[in-house]
Nanobody, 126 residues
Framework: QVQLVESGGGLVQAGGSLRLSCVASASGRTFSRYPMGWFRQAPGKEREFVAA????????YYADSVKGRFTISRDNAKNTVYLQMNSLKAEDTAVYYCAANLGVVVHTKASEYDYWGQGTQVTVSS
């Protein structure tokens, strides 16, 4: 069983930065092998893809809306994936979730991910 715990959300002014963290605990599994993703869901909207990264970083994807502002990274030794968010906008306000896919392909669809964290709220004031 994989457990994912996000942290780092909060309230920030437009133009500011936040860094989200997601720590994975995976009994009997090697977390470093799995592609990891970040998704977000704003009130009244569907969950949407933000960023995803394979274990080595050779496959990294971003939603167009965050490209150039957000960076996904991971520290496999710490079983942690990060989302550095810069130049935040009011439209970035959402609950942010990290997710793990127990395969090898890096996906951008939420349905392809097997495990999810509980989410962390990010609120950007304009």
């Amino acid at each position: 069983q994989v457990q994912l715990v996000e942290s780092g959300g909060g309230l920030v002014q437009a133009g500011g930065s936040l860094r989200l963290s997601c720590v994975a605990s995976a009994s009997g599994r090697t977390f470093s092998r799995y592609p990891m993703g970040w998704f977000r869901q704003a009130p009244g909207k569907e969950r949407e893809f933000v960023a995803a990264r394979g274990w080595s970083g050779s496959s990294t994807y971003y939603a167009d809306s965050v490209k150039g502002r957000f960076t996904i990274s991971r520290d496999n030794a710490k079983n942690t994936v990060y989302l550095q968010m810069n130049s935040l906008k009011a439209e970035d306000t959402a609950v942010y979730y990290c997710a793990a896919n127990l395969g090898v392909v890096v996906h951008t669809k939420a349905s392809e991910y097997d495990y999810w964290g509980q989410g962390t709220q990010v609120t950007v004031s304009s």
